[in-house]
C-alpha cells in the first residue's frame, strides 16, 4: 500500500476553546471540509457567556447585560431571534450560541472537559499537543482560542487593606461575593465592567457609599441615540474616515455634554480615540451623586484607603474591574508570550508573522 504523503493531504487543525472565537473558527473549518479537534476545559461551549461556568473562568455577573446590540454582535449566517431586545441578557446569549452549534451540527465535533496542558512546535514544524487525558498529538496548524477576560489582572499597593478586596471576575450580584448592602465601597476602574457593578452597587438600598477610582478620565458614551442604539449608526462608505471621526466626535460631544458636569474627571483623550465605556445608567447615577469619583489609590491603611490627592476614606469593600492579563498556559516558548505591558505584536491582531 502506498504510504500517504503530507502533501497528499488536508492538514489538521487543533482549536483550543470552545468559546464564541473557538466554535465559529470550526465552522468555518467543517465548511471548508479541513479536518480538525476541538477541546474545551468544560462541559459546555460558550466560554466567558457560560455564567458559573464550572472551569472558573467566566466574567459574567447576574446583571451583565451585552453592550454590543444585536444588529452588531449577530452572525451573519445565523441571525438573532426577532423578539429579542436590542441588548441581550447574558443568559439569551449563551442560549443563541448555543443554538448555533447544534444548528451547525458541530457540537459532536467537540471534546468537552479535556485541557490542553502543552502545545510545543516539533522540528519538523508540527504543533505536538498534550491533553489533561495524558495523550499528546500532533497538528499541522494550531488556533489559539482560549479567550483573554479569565486571568484577572490586580494592581498592588503600598500597605494592606483589612476588608474583603477581590477582582470583578468574582462579582456575581451585590451580595455575592460579598454582601454589599450598607457598605462603603470603592469600585476601582472605568471601563464597562466597573460602570455596570459601579451602576448596580450604587443603589441607595444598597451601598451606602460607592467611589469609582480610576487614573484618568474617560468618555462614557450611552447606548441609545436619537432612540436608536449608537452603534447602528454608521457613516456613508464614502466619506474620508477623517472627517467621519470628527463628525462622530461632535455629535457625542452635543449629546452626552462634559464629564466634568457629570462630577467626572476631564478625559486627557477625545472621544473614539480610546476604547469607549458605554452605560446607559452610569452618568444618571454620578449626575444624582449616587457614584462619587476618586483620583488613583495611593495607599491601603487597613480599614481606610488613600488616594492620590491624599483625601481618606474609611472603605469595607474594594472591587477591581481592573482588567486581564493576556495568558496562554499551554505555551512555554517565550516568543508565543506577550511582553510585560501585556502586549503581543501580531498581523491583524490574530497572527505572528
Known amino acids: 500500500m502506498a504510504t500517504v ?3 497528499a493531504r488536508l492538514p489538521k487543525a487543533c482549536v483550543i476553546g470552545a468559546g464564541c472565537s473557538g466554535f465559529t473558527t470550526i465552522k468555518r473549518l467543517k465548511d471548508y471540509g479541513i479536518p480538525y479537534d476541538c477541546f474545551e476545559m468544560s462541559d459546555e461551549i460558550g466560554g466567558n457567556w457560560y455564567y458559573k461556568n464550572p472551569n472558573g ?3 459574567c455577573y447576574e446583571s451583565l447585560h451585552i453592550d454590543t446590540s444585536k444588529w452588531r454582535l449577530a452572525f451573519e449566517d445565523f441571525p438573532v431571534p426577532k423578539d429579542w431586545p436590542d441588548f441581550p441578557h447574558h443568559a439569551q446569549l449563551f442560549q443563541y450560541f448555543k443554538d448555533y452549534v447544534d444548528h451547525f451540527g458541530l457540537r459532536p ?8 496542558e502543552t502545545a510545543r512546535r ?5 504543533w505536538a499537543v498534550t491533553l489533561s487525558t495524558g495523550k499528546t ?5 494550531l488556533f489559539v482560542c482560549n479567550g483573554h477576560h479569565w486571568d484577572p489582572r490586580v494592581p498592588e499597593y503600598p500597605g494592606e487593606f483589612d476588608g474583603p478586596a477581590f477582582h470583578a471576575h468574582a462579582y456575581c450580584d451585590p451580595f455575592d461575593p460579598v454582601d454589599m448592602r450598607g457598605k462603603n465601597v470603592v469600585v ?7 460602570m455596570d457593578i459601579a451602576s448596580e452597587l450604587s443603589q441607595r438600598p444598597i451601598a451606602k457609599n460607592l467611589w469609582v477610582s480610576a487614573r484618568r478620565g474617560v468618555w462614557v458614551f450611552p447606548k441609545y441615540l436619537n432612540g436608536k442604539p449608537a452603534d447602528k449608526s454608521a457613516m456613508p462608505a464614502w466619506m474620508p474616515r477623517k472627517l467621519g471621526l470628527a463628525l462622530s466626535r461632535s455629535v457625542l460631544k452635543k449629546t452626552i455634554g462634559r464629564m466634568e458636569d457629570y462630577g467626572l474627571p476631564k478625559p486627557d483623550h477625545e472621544p473614539l480615540e ?3 465605556s458605554v452605560s446607559g445608567e452610569f452618568l444618571t447615577r454620578a449626575g444624582c451623586g449616587d457614584i462619587k469619583f476618586k483620583p488613583a489609590i495611593k495607599a491601603l491603611e487597613g480599614k481606610r484607603v488613600r488616594f492620590a490627592d491624599d483625601s481618606v476614606e474609611d472603605v469595607d469593600a474594594i472591587v477591581f474591574a481592573t482588567g486581564y492579563k493576556i495568558s496562554f498556559p499551554f505555551f512555554d516558548d517565550p516568543d508565543l508570550l506577550p511582553d510585560a505591558d501585556h502586549r503581543l505584536p ?3 491582531r490574530m497572527m505572528k508573522p
Not at 465535533?109 to 490542553?116: E, Q
Not at 516539533?122 to 508540527?126: F, N, Q, R, V
Not at 476601582?188 to 466597573?194: D, K, L, R
Open 5 to 7: 504523503t503530507r502533501e
Open 57 to 59: 473562568m467566566s466574567a
Open 274 to 276: 480610546a476604547h469607549p
Open 137 to 141: 498529538r500532533l497538528y499541522d496548524v
Open 188 to 194: 476601582v476602574g472605568m471601563g464597562n465592567s466597573a
Open 109 to 116: 465535533t467537540i471534546t468537552f472537559n479535556t485541557r490542553v
Open 346 to 348: 501580531l498581523f491583524k
Open 122 to 126: 516539533t522540528a519538523d514544524g508540527l
